[in-house]
């Protein structure tokens, strides 16, 4: 094989490394330390690039900022939004120094990897609020069924406080 095959291999390994990484990320993702998550996500996105030493992962979700590596000032990006039920809650950034890089730098196939990466944070995302709706519905029933039951009980009380008040106000006209 060519220097050139075995690099181009080389770089498609990582790439797939990465989307193996974050799949196992994800499927053991707890929706309570969901920082953990994104950052195991970064760290893994890094080691895929072309230069893992040189380049910055931004995760930015709603109010939550996961960053790893190096954040220039000047910076040459490429980026990735992340959807939420097909509205736009984050996005995914990846920066090189633009001193030494320029967006050319960056492979196609990396932008593709990003954005399959995006896609699969944005479908976490979606079971975690998914779950959460869930778990607020399933309470709210609950409220309400012990509402129900509340309004029965005062029913049968008062009927049973009726009865003989009924009886004893019907007694003076005998």
């Known amino acids: 094989m060519s220097k050139v095959t075995d690099k181009a291999l080389k770089e498609r390994i990582k790439e797939l490394t990465c989307l193996y990484e974050v799949s196992s990320s994800i499927s053991n993702a707890d929706p309570e330390h969901i920082e953990a998550t994104l ?5 893994s996105l890094q080691k895929a690039f072309l230069y893992p030493k040189k ?11 996961i960053h790893t590596g190096t954040d220039p000032e000047d910076a040459v990006s490429i980026q990735s939004e992340i959807k939420i039920f097909n509205v ?10 633009a001193d030494s890089f320029k967006v050319d730098d960056f492979l196609n196939e990396e932008q593709l990897l990003l954005d399959n990466v995006a896609l699969k944070v944005g ?3 979606e079971r975690i609020e998914i779950q959460n709706s869930e778990a607020a519905l399933k309470k709210r029933m609950e409220h309400a069924d012990r509402l129900g039951i509340l309004g029965e009980i005062t ?20």
Do not use: M, Q
């Not at 950052?39 to 760290?43: F, L, R, S, V």
């Not at 380049?55 to 900022?65: E, H, Q, S, T, Y």
């Not at 736009?88 to 120094?97: A, D, E, Q, R, T």
């Open 123 to 125: 479908d976490l995302l």
């Open 55 to 65: 380049i910055g992962i931004r995760i930015v979700v709603n109010r939550l900022a």
């Open 39 to 43: 950052e195991a996500i970064a760290k």
């Open 88 to 97: 736009v809650k984050g996005h995914i950034v990846c920066s090189l120094n």
């Open 155 to 174: 029913a049968g009380i008062a009927h049973e406080l009726n009865t003989p008040l009924a009886n004893i106000l019907a007694l003076p006209n005998y």
